[in-house]
């Protein structure tokens, strides 16, 4: 994938556009080519990591490139961010197998880069295939547009390429502008959130004819976070045709990132998407149109549910939209008190005992992390068995006007600590006083390997940024006990996956405005089927503490799904075999059997 400079040779000689140590040094979405020498190799990994750039098998790129150039001899195919050149290598192959006249491809194969390891061994790969290219040495934002003077690129019949997948964390300062502002020029205003393959993208296809194709590899997160939705609507938008392929298995080496490729052509947009699911990289030789199967996508709004065929989208959406609300009808979702260093804010009973701190200096809390909160309530009795096990159940808080000896000697431990310059921390008078939230009526889960979790709040503690909290609207307070439980359903645990974000490693992620969207049992539906458990409450919830949460989900299904909504045992377990489908997809584990 993408990052190397590259400097065009004999006839290709490419428009070479100087690069800053400045620039180079926020270029942090550039490639790492055959190794770090002096570097071992889980620190290669890291940096490759850090600098989104792992690198496209073979077979992904050949699929690609023969795909894009179509059998045409005469197309002109841009990398935007080349890399190793993986890409060129596979076009200017897949060109001499059309018959190609140009005998080194000088005039058909373009790429730009940055980072200088690429240069050399792109090059040494190039000549000994027999190929030329015009590379230029450059962020490829610095590159002028067809739209713009001094543009140093023809227009393109394809864009191929695998884009730097680099979060907004370290996707930042003048690289992030210039990103930004670039995506901007062609009609997209991405969010400060966006990772740097957003504004890669469009800007690569501002290079592309009108009837051009687009093949290019992207992160699977497409489909659902919050930032790729102007990436969603511009897709429909700018092309004719577009398919998707699903990979059941990850294809890159020491990558938790999923990815799908992206096929797109023509112009003027298009209503319904294809899509493809096969194994891995080399099931794609055997892939056929009749594999695939028309997608249509909401207006607005993440694409996760089109994973799901026709029949499993259609029940889903029936079910939901008949008998559940959102959960933002019963209450507003909410961050926890950020501190700035939780490990020095959240205290243990015996750091207070040692220190002198009084309760009243302090707040109770639910310990950060979620681990200690199994079952679907966190009690009184909880708590307490917490401060007996030494986890940091107390947040301090004491009155700013404070000057207690205890406190005086605990603050002392911070500043050598350092914490008082944590961001958080310097923007805040006093810097000790973190701005505590009150107590909500349930604790939300909001990361998760296997899916969100509501837990009542009977202790009336305080909690922290490790998780959310729902505080219930006036007139719902009676549904904090029926939310935690019956949430355990699996309509609820496929809105989770429909409406969550995958992030590498398999975690899904509910900000408070995917959890707000949340499908929960509508208010009557709830009641009623509350009622219907009865008796069983206690043995739930001694089951879901022992861990045996499927035998849960089973009775909430019978209690809500079955009895409460009246649907037939066959469809109850097509909604919770989709939910595993979405979950197994998202965890890498492969289809089930």
Same mark, same amino acid.
């Given at each position: ?112 880069? +940055? ?46 390429? =695998? ?69 969603? &609507? ?23 990132? =999923? ?168 923007? &805040? ?27 009542? =709040? ?48 398999? +975690? ?83 289809? &089930?059997?």
């Amino acid at each position: 994938m993408g990052g190397g400079a590259l400097e065009g040779h004999g006839a290709g000689v490419g428009h070479v556009v100087p690069v800053s140590p400045e620039s180079y040094k926020l270029r942090v979405c550039d490639s790492v080519v055959g190794g770090h020498q002096g570097m071992s190799e889980a620190s290669a990994t890291l940096s490759r990591k850090a600098r989104g750039a792992f690198f496209t098998p073979p077979q992904i790129a050949d699929y690609l490139a023969r795909w894009a150039i179509a059998g045409d001899p005469q197309a002109r195919i841009l990398d935007p961010t080349s890399g190793e050149g993986v890409f060129l290598l596979a076009a200017g192959a897949e060109l001499r197998r059309a018959g190609s006249s140009g005998k080194t491809l000088g005039d058909r194969l373009f790429g730009v880069d +940055i980072h200088a390891d690429s240069i050399a061994e792109t090059r040494a790969l190039l000549q000994a295939a027999g190929f030329q290219a015009r590379l230029i040495p450059s962020d490829f934002f610095d590159v002028p547009t067809p739209d713009q003077l001094a543009c140093p690129l023809p227009l393109m019949d394809a864009v191929v390429g =695998n884009p730097p997948f680099v979060r907004y964390q370290l996707h930042a300062g003048e690289a992030r502008v210039k990103s930004a502002n670039a995506a901007l020029r062609q009609g997209v205003r991405l969010s400060g959130l966006a990772s740097s393959w957003a504004a890669t993208l469009v800007q690569a296809c501002a290079f592309l004819k009108p009837e051009g194709r687009l093949a290019i590899v992207l992160p699977a997160e497409l489909l659902s976070v919050h930032y790729a939705e102007p990436i969603r &609507r511009w897709l429909r938008r700018r092309f004719g045709a577009v398919s998707l392929i699903m990979f059941e298995r990850l294809q890159f080496d020491r990558a938790l990132e =999923n990815v799908v490729l992206v096929m797109a052509e023509g112009s003027g947009g298009c209503e319904a998407f294809s899509l493809y699911h096969v194994a891995d990289a080399e099931s794609l030789s055997t892939l056929t149109p009749v594999d695939g199967r028309a997608v249509t996508f909401a207006p607005e709004g993440k694409w996760t549910d089109v994973l799901l065929d026709s029949r499993r989208q259609r029940l889903y959406r029936d079910v939901v939209g008949a008998s559940f609300a959102p959960l933002g009808v019963y209450g507003s979702p909410e961050l926890g008190t950020v501190t700035g260093s939780n490990a020095f804010f959240a205290l243990s009973d015996e750091t207070r005992q040692r220190y002198e701190l009084s309760e009243n200096q302090l707040l109770p809390i639910s310990p950060p992390g979620t681990r200690h909160l199994p079952g679907s309530t966190f009690t009184k009795r909880d708590w307490s068995e917490q401060l007996s096990l030494g986890a940091a159940v107390w947040l301090l808080y004491p009155d700013p006007e404070d000057d207690s000896p205890g406190l005086l000697r605990y603050l002392r431990r911070g500043r050598k600590q350092g914490v008082h310059r944590a961001y958080k921390c310097r923007v &805040r008078d006093p810097w000790w006083r973190p701005p505590a939230v009150s107590s909500p009526d349930l604790f939300f889960t909001y990361m998760s390997h296997r899916f969100p979790r509501l837990i009542a =709040n009977q202790a009336r503690v305080s909690f922290l940024n490790s998780m959310h909290g729902v505080r219930l609207r006036t007139g719902m307070r009676w549904a904090r006990r029926p939310l935690s439980l019956l949430a355990m359903n699996s309509a609820t645990m496929l809105g989770a996956e429909v409406e969550g974000r995958a992030y590498g490693g398999g +975690i899904l992620k509910m900000e408070p405005r995917e959890a707000a969207s949340l499908p929960m049992p509508a208010p009557e539906v709830l009641a009623s089927a509350w009622e219907l458990i009865g008796d069983e409450r206690s043995t739930l919830e001694r089951q879901l503490r022992a861990g045996e949460w499927e035998a849960v989900v089973t009775r909430v299904d019978d209690a809500l799904l079955r009895s409460g909504l009246g649907l037939s045992r066959k469809d109850v377990a097509l909604l919770r075999e989709s939910a595993g489908l979405l979950r197994d997809q998202r965890l890498h584990v492969g289809p &089930r059997s």
